[in-house]
């Protein structure tokens, strides 16, 4: 079983629409969660992070947080074109950055 | 700030050559990361310091990879000799104690 699990997609949403983009990993000890954002040929851009578990809100993003099954997810409302690209959920056993692994991230695209 | 910076961007050569991959941190940044990103295996870490101490290197693939820190502001990423299956982007990226971590551009590398 692989530490962070995504699916590759490629997800297809409607522009305007909810995408929701999913994240499973292994280690119960893990304590923090980020999505980054990367488009082709360029580097990763951080989205979000979150520790606690729930819902935390930024603009148009959410993310969610559930350690009792291991998930994280992000939404993003009212999609745009402009939001295509690959998600990659990463995740730490300590609060903080230090040593995240990814998932394999999960290829969207949002359809005009 | 001006972000995480490297170089060279785009590095062509020959099987056997020796590469050097340029890392400049964001300033006040204890933590610097080394990346590789390929379509098979994601993006995976190669080593990682805090304070310019190596703390983690068990990603680097094999003794052709070698990485340094001399100082706060500056790290190298060596590979010598070259191989053709070296061809990857290479990303660096820094982190605070606590706090996300952001990448730089990346190096792409092609090795003839």
């Known amino acids: 079983q692989k530490e962070v699990e995504q699916n590759s997609g490629p997800l297809s949403v409607p522009e305007g629409a909810i995408a929701s983009l999913n994240c499973t990993y292994s280690?119960?000890?893990?304590?923090?969660f980020f999505w980054y954002r990367q488009y082709s040929g360029k580097s990763p851009e951080l989205i979000m992070f979150?520790?606690?578990?729930g819902d935390k809100e930024d603009g148009r993003f959410t993310a969610q947080l559930n350690k009792a099954s291991q998930y994280v997810s992000l939404l993003i409302r009212d999609s745009q074109p402009s939001d295509s690209a690959t998600y990659l959920c990463?995740?730490?056993?300590?609060?903080?950055?230090?040593?995240?692994?990814f998932g394999q991230g999960t290829r969207l695209t949002i359809n005009p | 700030d001006a972000g995480v910076i490297q170089s060279p961007r785009h590095e062509v050569t020959e099987m056997g050559q020796e590469v050097t991959l340029r890392c400049k941190p964001i300033?006040?940044?204890?933590?610097l990361f080394w990346y590789r990103q390929t379509m098979m295996r994601g993006l995976e870490l190669l080593i990682y310091?805090?304070?310019?101490?190596?703390?983690?290197d068990s990603g680097m693939p094999e003794d052709r990879f070698s990485a340094k820190m001399p100082n706060a502001s500056f790290s190298t990423l060596k590979i010598q000799p070259s191989e053709p299956r070296d061809s990857a982007v290479y990303f660096c990226?820094?982190?605070?104690?606590?706090?996300?971590?952001?990448f730089g551009p990346g190096t792409r590398l092609l090795v003839l």
């Open positions: 990226a820094s982190s605070g104690l606590v706090g996300p971590q952001y």
């Open positions: 979150i520790y606690s578990n």
């Open positions: 280690d119960r000890g893990s304590q923090s």
């Open positions: 300033s006040g940044h204890d933590y």
């Open positions: 310091f805090n304070n310019n101490v190596p703390i983690d």
């Open positions: 990463a995740v730490n056993r300590v609060q903080g950055a230090q040593k995240l692994v």
